[in-house]
């Protein structure tokens, strides 16, 4: 099974990393951006080998 790479839905960089350390069954998953601070469960997620070719997209896109 391949790795996926988890994608911030918010300024689309990959440096989402777990919120909190009880997540699973007691509670939802929560995933915490360093670039933008974004918190919550959503996110993309990309292959590995995409990751180049998408950030050159979400660069050209961002505000």
Known sequence: MMTRIK???KCKKPTLK???NVSGWLAPDLYECTNCRYIG???L???PK???EKNISFE???D
Do not use: M, R
């Open 7 to 9: 994608i911030c839905p």
């Open 50 to 52: 995409d990751l180049k």
């Open 41 to 43: 469960s959503l996110f």
């Open 45 to 47: 997620e990309i292959d």
């Open 18 to 20: 777990n919120a909190v």
């Open 60 to 62: 050209e896109s961002s």
